[in-house]
């Protein structure tokens, strides 16, 4: 194992640069019931990113279709092979979470009409959207995805630090890669379409709403399934947790409506890079097992950064 270094001393690595598309498959659909509520740690940061998960693997399929038409219109190479590693890993986000609703599916009946709507939702725009509509959406709901891996890396501790292996592991993977390929889709619609800056800033806006508005239908459902709205106080943290984290979001998502503002230059990519990413990129890299993630795993992985 290598030494510990910290973020601030370590060689610069860009996370953006070249990053690479793992085949991961965590088995979740494996899972049994009570690996659904996985997080100990916090149960309502558990339950808000199952939320979220209903419908994000029906977006990053729309992402892929969004994508794959712009690379027809893109010529610089580098940017046709970051949409290509884009594609890959949103694609196996998809196949790996589309397993684990399956799991949630048998803990709460009522996420599959969730899921089953948003599967159709995001099929039916796929072949109706023009390739304006395709990449400005996606660099908006994109912004989102970004900033919510910066976010959630962020509190790994007080949010994931004692919970199930298996599912935390997939989401320290998800948040790692989302915040790699964060550029991708911005510098795609820059590209195509970089005279309509108002239209990319309209559609975060869009994809804010729509993520807010699909997470809080799945993430109330959970809570009363759970009995967290039997009870006032119960109610109100389980509330005020789903606030507060999409209230944040939305805070770190303003930088994006600037004229000067490029996913690249953030800092999370820059400066003050996140030690659980760094070490998670160099660990797989030198081929540590990324598939479970308990705290003595977590432990090697930042010994990595």
């Known amino acids: 194992m290598t030494t510990s270094r910290s973020v601030e001393n370590m060689d610069f690595e860009h996370p953006m640069d070249g990053f690479p598309v793992r085949p991961l498959a965590f088995g979740a659909n494996t899972l049994d019931t009570d690996s659904v509520l996985w997080s100990q740690s916090s149960p309502e940061f558990a339950m808000s990113a199952n939320a979220v998960n209903v419908h994000v693997p029906y977006f990053e399929r729309y992402l892929i279709r969004a994508m794959s038409e712009a690379k027809k219109h893109i010529k610089d190479e580098k940017l046709l092979a970051d949409i290509s590693g884009l594609i890959g890993q949103e694609g196996h986000h998809a196949k790996n979470f589309i397993d684990f609703n399956k799991v949630m599916t048998r803990r709460y009946p009522g996420i599959e009409a969730l ?8 099929a039916e725009r796929s072949k109706k959207d023009s390739l304006k509509q395709l990449v400005g959406f996606t660099a908006g709901y994109e912004t989102f995805t970004m900033v919510a891996g910066i976010i959630i890396l962020a509190n790994y501790e007080k949010w994931m630090g004692d919970s199930d292996p298996t599912v935390k592991a997939m989401w320290v993977w998800h948040q790692v890669e989302e915040i790699e390929h964060g550029a991708v889709a911005f ?30 239908a799945a993430y109330l459902l959970m809570c009363r399934a759970e009995g967290y709205m039997k009870r006032l106080p119960s109610a109100f943290r389980a509330v005020w947790f789903l606030v507060s984290i999409f209230t944040r979001s939305v805070w770190h998502c303003l930088p994006a409506f600037s004229k000067n503002y490029h996913p690249r230059n953030h800092p999370v990519a820059t400066t003050r890079q996140n030690k659980i990413a760094v070490g998670w990129r160099r660990f797989t890299k030198a081929g540590g097992d990324p598939l479970k993630i308990d705290r003595a795993k977590m432990q090697e992985i930042i010994g990595f950064s």
């Open 115 to 122: 899921e089953k709507h948003a599967k159709e939702y995001f």
């Open 187 to 216: 510098e795609v619609y820059k590209s195509l379409y970089g005279e309509h800056e108002w239209y990319r800033k309209y559609m975060i806006l869009t994809a804010l709403l729509q993520i807010g508005r699909d997470t809080a």
